[in-house]
C-alpha cells in the first residue's frame, strides 16, 4: 500500500516535467492546447531549438549566467562559513545577534527589493553590469550559507580549534587550513543549491540589465512567451527553456551523493 501511494505521488510530481518534455519535443506546428497530454506523434525538438536560439541571443547570455552562477555562489559560501566561523566557533559577542541580522535578509521578499535596487545601481552605475548581478546574487545567497555553516561548525569539536591555538596557528590560518577543508562536503552542498538559484533567476536579471552580454540567459528567454502575446509557438519557447536547465539537472545528477552527504552533516 504505502509503495503504490508513493508511486501515485512521485507520478503526480513528474506530470508537470511530463508536460514540459513531451511538447517540447513536438514540432511547432503539431502543437494544440487541447491535446497537450498526448504523446508527440513525431519528434520536432531540433528544430524548435534551432527556431528559439534564432530568435534570441542565448549565446550572447550564457557566458554572463555561467560568470553569475560560479562566482556568486562561491563568494557567498565562504563568507557565510567566515559568518558561521566567527558566530560559533570564535564566539564573537552578540553571535546570535548577528546571525539573525544576517538571516533577517531572507524575511523581506525579493520583489520589495526591486526598486530600491535599481534605484540606488542607477546612481553608482551598477546598473546593465556584470558586476551588479555578481553583488546582488551573492548578497542574497549569503543567508543560506550562513545557516548551514552554523549548524556545522556547531558539530566540530572545540577541541581542533584550541589544539591548532596551542600549536601557534592564528584564528585565519585555522579557519583556511583546517575548518574549511572539513567542511568541503557542506560547503559544495549549499554551492550547488545556491547555483540552481542565481542559473535559474529571471526577476533581477529583468530589473538590473538590459544589454545582451550582461542579461542572465533566462531573462532573455522570457521574450518566448506564448503565441498570443510575441507570436513564438509553444514547443520552441518549452524546448529552449528545457536545454537552459540541462547545466542544473547534470550538476545534481553528477553530485547527488555529495550534495546529500553535504546536507546530512549541516543537521538540518
Known amino acids: 500500500m504505502r509503495r503504490a501511494v508513493l508511486i501515485v505521488l512521485g507520478l503526480v510530481w513528474l506530470f508537470p516535467t511530463y508536460l514540459i518534455v513531451a511538447n517540447a519535443v513536438r514540432p511547432a506546428g503539431d502543437y494544440d492546447p487541447s491535446d497537450a497530454v498526448k504523446p508527440p506523434g513525431s519528434m520536432g525538438l531540433f528544430d524548435n531549438i534551432d527556431e528559439a536560439w534564432s530568435r534570441t541571443d542565448v549565446g550572447a547570455t550564457l557566458g554572463s549566467t555561467a560568470i553569475y552562477s560560479l562566482v556568486a555562489p562561491a563568494l557567498a559560501v565562504l563568507f557565510g562559513a567566515l559568518a558561521g566561523y566567527a558566530i560559533v566557533v570564535l564566539r ?4 546570535f545577534l548577528w546571525f539573525i541580522v544576517i538571516f533577517a535578509g531572507t524575511v523581506v521578499p525579493f520583489q520589495m527589493l526591486l526598486v530600491p535596487l535599481f534605484v540606488g545601481y542607477s546612481k553608482v552605475s551598477l546598473y546593465d553590469n556584470q558586476m551588479g548581478l555578481v ?41 583556511w ?47 518566448l512567451t506564448t503565441d498570443v502575446y510575441a507570436g513564438t509557438p509553444v514547443p520552441v519557447a518549452l524546448a529552449a527553456g528545457l536545454v537552459v536547465s540541462l547545466p542544473t539537472v547534470v550538476l545534481f545528477l553528477a553530485t547527488q551523493r555529495l550534495f546529500t552527504r553535504g546536507l546530512t552533516l549541516a543537521q538540518f
Open 92 to 95: 564573537v559577542r552578540f553571535g
Open 135 to 175: 553583488l546582488v546574487h551573492t548578497a542574497i545567497s549569503v543567508p543560506l550559507a550562513a545557516l548551514v555553516m552554523r549548524n556545522f561548525f556547531g558539530s566540530v569539536a572545540v577541541s581542533i580549534f584550541e589544539a591548532a591555538r596551542l600549536d601557534g596557528a592564528s584564528t585565519f590560518r585555522i579557519f
Open 177 to 223: 587550513r583546517i575548518y574549511l577543508p572539513l567542511s568541503s562536503a557542506a560547503l559544495a552542498a549549499v554551492f550547488i543549491l545556491e547555483f540552481t538559484y542565481v542559473w535559474n533567476d529571471l526577476l533581477f536579471g529583468l530589473t538590473l540589465a538590459q544589454s545582451d552580454n550582461v542579461r542572465p540567459v533566462w531573462a532573455e528567454l522570457s521574450a
